[in-house]
């Protein structure tokens, strides 16, 4: 599903040039379930955004689903990325103007589904997320292990093929980060793809392979069995 | 999408109510002042829209050229209508009529009431839009003692409009006049003003002088045939009265009805473009100037609170959002905005409106009915969305959604520019209206105490009707006698008034072709007595000056230096050229300011008259005396010695105030509109204080921790918007002053610009930018740090 081949990013400001990707190479298939790991400012974050066409590399060849995407323009990312990416952000980054219902419904006005469709999917995902009930209620008005269910519902309403994760459990206690991790288990099982920027180590044991970084160099991959 | 969108902005304004109000009463401030600036503007342009015939309607102008200057009046003589009409083939019509309205005294019921009344050829009803309501144009004036009448004045007189046609009212208590007509009231944005009209007739029968060419005393309005060029009229007038009385100097030209009122301004006999038009000009600037302020405020407050919304554009922009689909909605939100801003600026308006009213003296009406005020408005409010939504817009969707979503500040760089841009932007023009504001009214204060030559204070004017005349000696000593006067006398002009002048006298020493204005006054022994002229030389004019051969007169000082050179002017001799009759100088008096305020008067002389050729007394009352007691007094006076006529008389004083309206205009204006621009501004600084405030809390937290005092940090968040506002002064300045030295420069009479206008400016612009800021500064340096940088 994913290839990337020499990839790199550099950082610049006025004095100093920091290179956040260094010639990094990865593929991941469809259907697998990928942790990436490492210290701070190793890179994970970067190469999530470039993952997920928010930012875009300097160098090197990004391949999704059998297209070269390393050089579109914004419009082409936005446009491939609302049809075949969620995000789940360690921050959970809803919109407190909106209701639960109202911010999952969000990415499927932008993917132009009609009202009546959009009723059907919306209440099908929160009902799997067992957050109906809360359906009328702003975020602030939930606890953050609800929101972070929300979040997700919001990822997957679209039935993307590919979900990113970043630090989807950072701001969690570790009961409701157990939740998550098993909502993001049972939708690989259903066959979403899943990458996931992880500090926890327990977090990355859900997953089928851990992918190493450290300065934007992919140091060790593990397989877990 | 839309639903969506509605959804977000709705709650977003809800939730953050201080900033909605701000933005939203910035704006609704703004669209206010614009749009009551804009329906005076309207109402200036349509003045004689009314008037069907408008573009074919002129009135006949003379230019005369005397030695100094060329002096354009609209006085004609009275023969010249009618030879136009025969003579010159583009003419379709003419309407000879009086100069102005006369008051005059009219009884019904023995009621009595004066009422402003114009003669006018029948014409009149054809050339302007004037409707019947009762009676018609052809039969109006077909008896002699007829009276056609407003509404108004219908009601006035009869207390209603209905079944006045063929009534009868006494006019001055000797004739009987028939009302033959009654006409829909004008609009009081047309040049055609009466109460009553009369045929014309009357008044040509009573006024010999009109009938000789060179005395020019009348007003001539010509209407052209369709399709003729008034410049081919102008070279057949030209030389028009001087073919019948080659001495009459005036050069006869047309001047256009749609021009009479805003372009009413003549130099050296042509129309300079200027007038009143000037004044809607600037007020059309202001109003823009004042939406524009408003829409930097809506700019500074959306980008300044952006940083709440970031989020909101990152979490859209991953959902795959486009930066189109995210401008607009911000375009959109600001259009909402504006949209109520204009809902609660119709009901500003309806507030305002009759305080407007009475500043620019109309009656103006917000007018929902005209379709054209509805897309006016209409059009405001979308130009108000536009403008303000246009950066905000720009700026928001044009936002990182990777770094706004990771929670980094955003950059303070290009934005922080521009907002700091606004804002020097605002209070420059802040800054200019102040200053403007103060040498306007320095200005008028200046000619207000100009030292007029004259006395105007506690002085009466009072027009002679009836008997007043006849019975002038014992009316006088009546009034002496009552111990609250200290001096009456008669006169044939007002005082303060320019009146009758001539070019065409002479005198030994007078330079050959030399043409000079000189004013001509009629008065009673004690009129400089009464009116505070001083006799410098000679002797004062006496009662039987009026019979003495050759004739006694009193000059003003600047004719004395004409005559006498370098000697005394006393017993020198003057006469019209081509005439005997001689007038001897035996006294000189001052040199006195009228007509123009702010100009150099021309000469005067004076001779003494008979009651009976005067139409006005001038009381003055003693010093000492209080005002009140004395009008009554004076009043039970006349009620006894002229009891046939109410009393009615106006204060000299005021006479003088009512000669400077448009300089009070300007003057009371610009005070609103700095005031406002001033108060938008606030708004503006206000939020964008917030938000330095905002932004800066965790470095104020810091500070704090490493021992900050209170008034360290907020004399810390201040210094920047007081560097702000000097840069805005640095920029006004300049414009100020040109601006004003281009106004000043209008008036011969002037004041000369202050250094210390310009300093109290500043210093008011600093002290309220303080006092706007201190309130956000004093709240952040007085937060818990604790709690602020565990935000973090």
Request: charged fraction near 20%; charge should be positive; proline fraction near 3%.
């Amino acid at each position: 599903m994913i290839k990337i081949t020499n990839l790199e990013k550099f950082y610049r400001t006025e004095e100093v040039e920091t290179i956040a990707l260094n010639k990094l190479s990865m593929h991941v298939d469809t259907g697998e379930f990928v942790a990436i790991m490492g210290p701070s400012g190793c890179g994970k974050s970067t190469l999530l955004n470039i993952l997920g066409m928010l930012d875009d590399p300097d160098e090197g060849s990004y391949v999704f689903n059998s297209i070269e995407v390393a050089h579109f323009n914004e419009r082409k990312r936005a446009d491939l990325r609302k049809h075949n990416i969620g995000f789940v952000f360690q921050s959970f980054n809803l919109i407190d103007e909106l209701t639960v219902f109202e911010n999952v419904e969000l990415p499927l006005i932008y993917t132009g589904v009609t009202t009546a469709e959009r009723v059907k999917r919306v209440e099908e995902v929160l009902d799997k997320m067992q957050i109906m009930h809360r359906r009328n209620h702003y975020p602030q008005q939930l606890s953050g292990g609800q929101q972070q269910r929300v979040a997700i519902a919001r990822a997957v309403v679209n039935k993307p093929k590919l979900i990113l994760a970043d630090e989807p459990t950072g701001n969690l206690d570790s009961s409701n980060g157990n939740d998550v991790m098993e909502l993001l288990t049972d939708l690989n099982e259903q066959g979403t793809t899943i990458i996931m920027v992880t500090h926890s180590e327990h977090d990355a044991r859900y997953s089928h392979r851990i992918i190493r970084l450290l300065d934007g160099q992919t140091v060790m991959e593990n397989i877990m069995v | 999408m839309f639903k969506n969108f509605l959804k977000v902005m709705f709650r977003s304004l809800t939730k953050n109510k201080a900033y909605s109000f701000l933005n939203i009463f910035g704006l609704a401030i703004g669209i206010t002042c614009a749009a009551l600036i804009f329906l005076w503007v309207e109402n200036e342009v349509n003045y004689d829209a009314v008037h069907v015939k408008k573009d074919r309607l002129y009135i006949a102008r003379e230019n005369q050229k005397y030695d100094t200057y060329v002096f354009t009046h609209q006085s004609t003589p009275g023969m010249m209508g009618p030879a136009i009409k025969a003579e010159i083939p583009g003419v379709a019509n003419v309407c000879r009529t009086s100069e102005s309205t006369n008051s005059l005294l009219y009884s019904y019921n023995n009621k009595p009431l004066f009422a402003g009344t114009l003669y006018a050829e029948p014409s009149l009803f054809s050339m302007f839009t004037l409707p019947f309501i009762a009676g018609n144009a052809a039969s109006a004036f077909t008896q002699l003692h007829s009276v056609v009448i407003t509404q108004k004045t219908a009601v006035k007189f009869f207390g209603t409009d209905k079944n006045v046609l063929g009534k009868s009212i006494r006019v001055d208590n000797k004739q009987d006049y028939t009302v033959t007509g009654v006409l829909k009231d004008m609009p009081a944005n047309s040049s055609v003003q009466f109460e009553c009209v009369m045929p014309f007739q009357i008044y040509w029968d009573n006024s010999p002088w009109l009938k000789s060419w060179g005395n020019n005393s009348l007003t001539t309005y010509i209407e052209l045939k369709p399709g003729v060029d008034p410049k081919s009229i102008d070279k057949q007038l030209y030389g028009f009265i001087q073919k019948r009385e080659p001495k009459n100097l005036g050069r006869v030209f047309l001047f256009g009805m749609t021009d009479w009122h805003l372009y009413n301004d003549f130099k050296e006999g042509v129309k300079t473009g200027g007038g009143q038009i000037e004044y809607v000009h600037l007020f059309s600037i202001i109003a823009w100037i004042i939406i524009f302020i408003a829409c930097i405020n809506f700019m500074n407050l959306a980008t300044a609170r952006s940083e709440k919304r970031a989020r909101e554009v990152g979490v859209r922009k991953v959902l795959g959002a486009g930066k189109k689909s995210l401008a607009l909605q911000f375009i959109g939100e600001a259009l909402f905005m504006s949209f109520i801003a204009a809902v609660l600026a119709v009901i500003l308006m309806a507030l305002v409106l009759p305080a407007f009213n009475m500043l620019v003296q109309k009656q103006l009406t917000i007018g929902f009915g005209n379709v054209y005020h509805i897309l006016a408005l209409l059009g405001l409010t979308v130009a108000c969305g536009l403008i303000a939504g246009s950066y905000p817009s720009l700026y928001l969707s044009s936002f990182n959604p990777v770094a706004v979503l990771k929670g980094l500040k955003l950059k303070d760089s290009s934005a922080a520019y521009i907002r700091k841009g606004l804002v020097v932007m605002q209070f420059s023009v802040s800054v200019v209206l102040i200053i403007s504001t103060v040498i306007v009214y320095q200005q008028i204060q200046h000619i207000k105490s100009r030292n007029l030559g004259f006395d105007k204070d506690r002085l009466l004017e009072i027009g002679l009707q009836g008997d007043m005349a006849k019975n002038y000696a014992p009316i006088k000593q009546d009034l002496l006698n009552s111990g609250f006067v200290q001096n009456v006398a008669l006169s044939d002009h007002s005082t303060i008034y320019g009146g009758n002048n001539t070019s065409g006298m002479t005198w030994d020493g007078k330079a050959p072709g030399s043409e000079i204005l000189i004013s001509q006054r009629y008065v009673t022994p004690g009129f400089f007595e009464t009116s505070g002229l001083k006799i410098l030389e000679g002797r004062n004019i006496e009662e039987i000056d009026t019979a003495s051969k050759p004739i006694a007169m009193v000059v003003t000082q600047s004719l004395a230096k004409l005559m006498g050179g370098k000697g005394s002017a006393l017993g020198k001799r003057i006469h019209y050229e081509g005439d005997t009759t001689a007038a001897v100088v035996v006294g000189v008096v001052n040199d006195y300011v009228y007509g123009n305020m702010y100009g150099k008067p021309d000469p005067v002389m004076f001779f003494s008259s008979s009651p009976e050729h005067t139409d006005r007394m001038y009381v003055k009352i003693k010093a000492q005396q209080p005002v009140e007691a004395s009008i009554a007094a004076i009043q039970n006076v006349f009620k006894k010695d002229n009891p046939a006529y109410p009393f009615e008389y106006r204060f000299v004083d005021d006479q003088f105030n009512q000669m400077f309206l448009s300089e009070m205009l300007v003057s009371k204006l610009s005070r609103v509109f700095a005031a406002l621009a001033i108060i938008i501004s606030c708004l503006g600084l206000f939020g964008l204080a917030a938000y330095t405030a905002e932004r800066r809390i965790k470095e104020i937290g810091i500070r704090k921790v490493l021992g900050a005092s209170v008034s360290g940090i907020a004399s810390l968040l201040s210094k920047d918007f007081l560097q702000l506002v000097i840069i805005s002064c640095v920029i006004a300045f300049p414009i100020a002053y040109w601006a004003m030295h281009t106004w000043l420069k209008t008036y011969q009479y002037h004041i000369d610009m202050q250094w210390w206008v310009f300093a109290t400016a500043a210093v008011s612009a600093m002290v309220i930018a303080v006092v706007t800021i201190s309130f956000q500064s004093i709240k952040a340096a007085l937060a818990n740090p604790v709690k602020s940088l565990r935000s973090e």
